[in-house]
C-alpha cells in the first residue's frame, strides 16, 4: 500500500484524468509540499529534486505516512512554509531512527527519549543553532501530540523540556541579517536587464513574501485615486491593496516590454519565476553586489531590511504592520508557548511561576531591543509580552500592562498615539 502512495505522489497531474476525492486531495498536498533536492548521506552531494510527499511516503510505514499527510494537510500546521520546514524535519527524525535504532521505516514511537538524548548531544558537538535544535524537537512533539489526538491513544512525546537547549534571546548569530540603503542599491545595480531588477525592488518596496510577488500580476495593478496601486493578495488569503512608487512604476513598465497580462515577474527566457528562481538570482545578485559575505541573499532579507528602514526612519507603527501583517503569528507564538507550559507543568502555581519568570525575560528583552535602533521586530517582542500578560492576569506581573504601553510611545515618539493611560497597553 505504501508503493501505491509513492506512485500517486510521483504521478504527473496529466495523469490525474479523473481523479477521485481521495487522489485530488493527495495531489493537493503533494503540490503544497512541493520539491526539494535531498542530500546524499555518505557523499553530502544534492541529488535530484523529488516531491516530499513522495520522500515522507518511501520512508513512513503505511499508517504513519497517512497519519502525516493528515497532519500536514491540516490547520494543525496553517502556513505552506511551515508544512515543507515540517516534512523536511520528518525526514530528519526517519534518519535518526534508521540510525539509532535500527527501523526502516518511520513511526510514532520509533524515536525514543534515550535517541532524542543522544541526537541533541551530538547537535551540541557539531555546534547547531539552539533554535534549530528546538525546532526539530517541537516537530517531534507536535506530530505526536497530533497522533494522540487522531488515534485517541495516550501517546507520550519522547521530548521532554529537559532535552530543549536554551535559547539566548540576545544572540543574533542566526537572526536574518539586514542591508543597509547602500548595499540594497548595489544589489539593484548588479542587475543586468530591468526584469532582473524588478525582483529585488519588488520585494524590498512591498515588504512581500516571496510567494506573493511571484504570484502578482499585471492585472492585479490597478488605478485607483488617480495612482496606480497593486492589490497583493497577503498569506492567509486577505487582500491588500498597495501604492506603488512611481519608479517602481516605471521599472514594471519597462520589464513588461508592452505586455498587459501575465505574471510580474519573469526570467529572461519570458518564464514566471517560482521561489526557487528567485533564490538563485538573489543569491547571484548579491555576489556580484558584494553584500553579506558568506550568506545568502534571500527574499526574507529584503523583507526584513525594508522594515527595518522603515523603523529606523520613525514610520508610524500602523504603517510598518501594515507591511508586516504579524498580529497572527504573534498568535500562534503565544498558543504554542502557553501549550508548552501546560505541556510541562501539572500544576497551576507551577504553570504561573514558570510563565512569570517568562514574561520578566520578554520584559528585559523588550528593554534591550528599544535601545537598538537597528531590531526591525521590537513590536513583535511588546505585543507578545503584553498578549502573555494579559493571558497571565494581572497576578504574573501586575505592572506590565499598565507600563508598558506608556514605554512604547514615549520612546516612539508617535504623535498620532493617544496619552497612556493607567491599566491600559
Not at 529534486?49 to 500536514?72: G, H, K, M, N
Not at 491540516?74 to 530528519?92: G, I, N, Q, T, W
Not at 522594515?307 to 501594515?322: G, N, S
Amino acid at each position: 500500500m505504501t508503493a501505491e502512495h509513492t506512485a500517486l505522489a510521483a504521478r504527473s497531474r496529466a495523469e490525474l484524468e479523473r481523479p477521485g476525492m481521495a487522489d485530488e486531495a493527495l495531489y493537493w498536498l503533494r503540490d503544497t509540499l512541493g520539491t526539494v533536492a535531498p542530500r546524499d548521506p555518505r557523499t553530502r552531494r544534492l541529488g535530484p529534486r523529488r516531491y516530499r510527499l513522495e520522500l515522507l511516503a518511501e520512508l513512513c510505514d503505511r499508517d504513519t505516512f497517512l497519519l502525516v499527510a493528515s497532519w500536514l494537510g491540516s490547520e494543525a500546521v496553517p502556513a505552506v512554509k511551515s508544512k515543507r520546514d515540517y516534512a523536511d524535519d520528518l525526514r530528519l527524525w526517519a534518519g535518526v531512527a534508521r540510525e539509532l535504532g535500527g527501523h526502516e521505516r518511520f513511526f510514532v514511537g520509533a524515536v525514543t527519549p534515550g535517541m532524542v538524548e543522544t541526537w541533541t548531544k551530538t547537535q551540541k558537538a557539531q555546534g547547531r543553532a539552539p533554535r534549530t535544535v528546538n525546532r526539530r524537537l517541537s516537530v517531534l512533539t507536535a506530530l505526536t501530540e497530533y497522533a494522540a489526538w487522531k488515534t485517541k491513544q495516550p501517546l507520550a512525546s519522547p521530548v521532554t523540556r529537559h532535552d530543549r537547549p536554551k535559547v539566548d534571546p540576545r544572540d543574533e548569530t542566526t537572526a536574518t541579517p539586514v542591508l543597509e540603503v547602500p548595499e540594497f542599491q548595489a544589489v539593484v545595480n548588479a542587475a543586468a536587464t530591468p526584469r532582473e531588477a524588478l525582483v529585488p525592488v519588488l520585494i524590498y518596496t512591498l515588504a512581500g513574501r516571496v510567494s506573493e510577488c511571484c504570484a502578482a500580476t499585471l492585472a492585479d495593478v490597478r488605478v485607483l485615486d488617480g495612482a496606480r496601486r497593486l492589490d497583493l493578495r497577503r498569506k492567509g488569503g486577505k487582500g491588500r491593496v498597495f501604492p506603488l512608487p512611481d519608479r517602481l512604476c516605471d521599472l514594471i513598465d519597462v520589464a513588461a516590454g508592452g505586455r498587459t497580462e501575465g505574471r510580474l515577474l519573469l526570467d529572461d527566457a519570458g518564464k514566471p519565476m517560482d521561489r526557487h528562481a528567485v533564490d538563485r538570482l538573489l543569491n547571484r545578485l548579491g555576489r556580484s553586489a558584494g553584500v553579506l559575505p558568506g550568506r545568502d541573499l534571500t527574499p526574507h532579507v529584503l523583507r526584513a531590511s525594508k522594515l527595518t528602514h522603515m523603523h529606523d526612519a520613525q514610520v508610524p507603527v500602523e504603517e510598518i504592520r501594515e507591511y508586516a501583517d504579524e498580529r497572527h503569528r504573534l498568535m500562534r507564538a503565544l498558543h504554542r508557548m502557553l501549550s508548552g507550559l501546560r505541556r510541562d507543568y501539572e500544576h497551576p502555581a507551577d504553570v504561573l511561576a514558570q510563565l512569570h519568570r517568562e514574561i520578566g525575560e520578554s520584559v528585559e528583552d523588550y528593554r534591550a531591543a528599544a535601545k537598538s535602533s537597528r531590531m526591525a521586530w521590537v513590536d513583535r517582542s511588546v505585543t507578545v509580552t503584553l498578549a502573555l500578560a494579559a493571558a497571565a492576569g494581572s497576578v504574573a506581573q501586575p505592572d506590565l500592562v499598565a507600563g508598558s504601553g506608556g514605554r512604547l510611545r514615549a520612546e516612539r515618539g508617535n504623535p498620532r498615539d493617544p496619552p497612556a493611560q493607567q491599566g491600559s497597553p
